[in-house]
């Protein structure tokens, strides 16, 4: 029995820890934020936009640096290319700024237009700062015939449909210069959904679809499994591609609409002085030289921009995005 | 051998402290039901921001190998496997445990896994370079008929009823299209907006198995300790029985080296095919399911072997062999380390030193979690209210855990009551939740083969083109005839 007595004795003192626990997190006084606060990411843990969220947050509560003062917590919502996770963010985050999100242009802009069902636009958002721009690129694999755009269009013109292209999921980035890709070039392509950016870059590597497009970062790092050939944004990637080309000096008139833009946001109806608060910091956090530091060894590109730089780039790509995806059903 | 010169790195104060924490963390992490493997590496990646690289990888790779392991002390004890790679350990630990013999039951338990994870982590070293390519070969259609072969398995895996199995297998299947289409994204059997995000595989693991265990507890009012006694149980008469069971140890570790090799399935699946497959070719299979070692053997051997092969093709190419493995990927990216050949030459240290302390955390699993099969007398003892108290917490805090969503809690607890009564007409949970780990699988695959297959000669003959997709297809079709000759020779015996 005294194996009895000692269980006994083990339930009575979880239970008395377990009660003081959940008091301790009933009781709240104080300035924001006086506790952690949560961001939502609405893709899987271990993917770039998870993968980068975790970093660029690891200073929060740094004790030495004057940022938030509390940790932050990645909280994974996964599931339809991020609508389930921001449909949740929009109808079901409280907004006393303990709950924030990441967010991805143009996915959540694109989706936002094109189905009906997303309960999320850039109205009801609050943008606090963009620590990441991620470009799609071209990428064939290595064994490919293709060694430039123009091999590859040639080919898709004798041959319309027969070219297929991986991609994160629909109406993401990716999805977005495919359809652009496709478009201004006059060819007829084929788009196959991936469940990540991951297994799509695999299936360039492994030859189960002919091209792709992927995120510039997670491409670098796997330049000796495959070949890059076009990058679709204004300017070349000075830091990690300096030598491949933008799809425009190829001939191609794509611009940036696929740029993926990583950052955080709140709910509409945050406090607005909560809201100053963080626009305020979360972007020196952002700038941390240790963050930054990381981020570059991750081969993860920064580009840091502040709430009003944001707003403004969130409406230009509501703009362009209406009219790209003007016509097109899911 | 160039592995054995960076051992002595593994060797330090710091290192192996690490590896003592990881290891006995994962096991009682792997033990509780809701959390993981692939839950439990997320959740630490953030912890190994200020490690060294070595240090963090030392310690991911250690919970990675004993959360696996761990999960089997639940499926023993209380038919609760703590993950989805346990749930072949249960059809025949806890009839094992039942019997009296639950102490025999988790020592067969780690030397399996031991051993089988010891193999998986030396086809790692010396194959790497070998079956770097392999992953790649797997396209959609083979993906697709490795879920087919997976569903094949359902119909065998209740040894009651070939019916009652594959009915349990339709409504996995059925449960696993709620939610969003993964590749084109429509919505479907969204009832109710709760259910937009689908049947978290974790949600209804936990339900499924924890809730009517809870139920039958409070229903019987009886202790586990008056069901089954802790028996004395000497090491050595296991560890020699172990090592006998050759063919057990060579299914399971076989199937799960194959498994881990192969992207995205996973442990859940290498411990249930080998456990299929180990009751086809067993002579005794009428004792299958009524507490038959080499059923632990081979689920056990299995799932722990599928840990060294499921790093081959994401080291080598950033492709990861499993979910776990996925989220492990993000350990490497934080640190610098970007998969391919530079970990060999310019990280080698760092890769080789992770490696090694994959072998050490085999042998620290081994010996922890035997260490805790002689504490398992204080679950046992544990009377069924308490016990019935304790697990709903946990099911509902490791539910609420996984993405931090009550909808999942209430979908767990639907499904667990639902499960409870099903299983009084001879229903079985196991079935169940592997329709609902293949649904995706086999579905995500089928769409992206077709939409490549229209852009060629059509679907037919792009998923019946090529030796790897007719090797799985012939696999498929072995599996389905043996099952149909099994149970006829079951009739006319009858």
Known sequence: MEVDMKIKKFFLYFTIILSILSFGSLSQAGDYPDRPISVVVAYNPGGATDFQARLVTMMAAHPKKDYLGQPIVIINKPGAGGKVGWNWFASKARNDGYDLAAYNVPHFISQSIVFDDTKYNIDNLEPIANWGADPAVLIVGPDSPFNSVADLLKFAKANPGKVTFSGAGKFVGHHIAFLQFQKASGTKLTYVPHTGGVPALAAVKGGQVMAGFNNLSDAYRSQKDIKILAIADLQREATFLPNVPTLKEEGVDVDNSSVNFRGIMAPKGTDPKIIEFLAAKVPLMFNDKKTLKQMKKGGSPVRIMNRAEVQAMWKARKVSLTKLLAGLAP | MEFLSYFSNVF??????????????????????????????????????????????????????????????????????????????????????????????????????????????????????????????????????????????????????????????????????????????????????????????????????????????????????????????????????????????????????????????????????????????????????????????????????????????????????????????????????????????????????????????????????????????????????????????LAIFGTYSVQHNFADVIVMLFLGVSMFFLSKFGFTAAPIVLGLILGPIAETNFTQAKIIADTQNGIFSYLTSGPLNLTIISLCIISITYGFITEMKKKKND
Not at chain 2, 221 to 231: A, G, L, T, Y
Not at chain 2, 330 to 358: C, K, Q, R
Not at chain 2, 368 to 386: D, H, Q, R
Request: aromatic residues 10%.
């Open chain 2, 12 to 393: 330090t104060f710091t290192n192996l402290l690490i590896l003592f924490l990881g290891t006995v963390g994962g096991l009682l992490m792997g033990a509780a039901p809701g959390l993981s493997p692939t839950m439990a590496v997320a959740l630490l990646i953030p912890f190994t921001f200020k490690m060294s690289p070595e240090q963090g990888l030392i310690m991911l790779g250690a919970v990675y190998t004993s959360t696996v392991a761990g999960g089997a002390i639940s499926a023993i004890l209380l038919k609760i496997p703590g993950a989805p790679a346990n749930i072949a350990t249960v059809m025949d630990g806890y009839p094992m445990a039942k019997a009296g013999k639950p102490k025999e039951a988790l020592h067969y338990c780690f030397i399996s896994s031991f051993i089988g994870g010891v193999i998986g982590i030396f086809i790692l070293i010396f194959f790497t370079p070998v079956l770097a390519g392999f992953a790649l070969k797997f396209g959609p259609s083979h993906m697709f008929w490795i879920a087919i072969f997976g569903v094949t398995v359902i119909a065998t895996l209740d040894s009651n009823s070939i019916i009652k199995g594959l009915f349990s297998g339709a409504i996995g299947l059925w449960l696993a299209t709620i939610g969003y289409d993964s590749v084109l994204g429509v919505e479907r059997f969204v009832f109710n907006p709760i259910f937009s995000g689908g049947i978290n595989i974790i949600a209804a693991l936990v339900g499924l198995f924890a809730i009517p265990q809870v139920l039958s507890m409070l229903e019987s009012k009886q202790n586990i300790s008056d069901q089954f006694e802790m028996e004395k149980r000497s090491l050595s008469q296991s560890v020699l029985y172990n090592i006998s069971r050759i063919k057990a140890l060579t299914v399971g570790s076989i199937s799960g080296v194959i498994i881990g090799l192969i992207p995205g399935a996973g442990g859940q699946i290498a411990g249930l095919v080998s456990y299929d497959q180990i009751k086809k070719i067993s002579k005794n299979k009428e004792n299958f399911g009524k507490g038959e070692p080499d059923g632990i053997i081979a689920a056990e051997s299995a799932n722990n072997a599928m840990v060294g092969p499921s790093l081959v093709p994401l080291l080598t190419l950033g492709v990861p062999g499993s979910p776990t493995a996925a989220v492990l990927l993000g350990g490497l990216l934080i640190h610098g380390m970007f998969p391919g050949s530079n970990l060999f030459t310019v990280y080698a240290e760092t890769t080789w030193t992770f490696i090694d302390s994959l072998l050490i955390a085999q042998l620290m699993m081994l010996v922890f979690g035997l260490y805790i099969s002689g504490l398992a007398k204080y679950v046992i003892k544990t009377p069924a209210n308490y016990m019935a108290a304790a697990i709903t917490i």
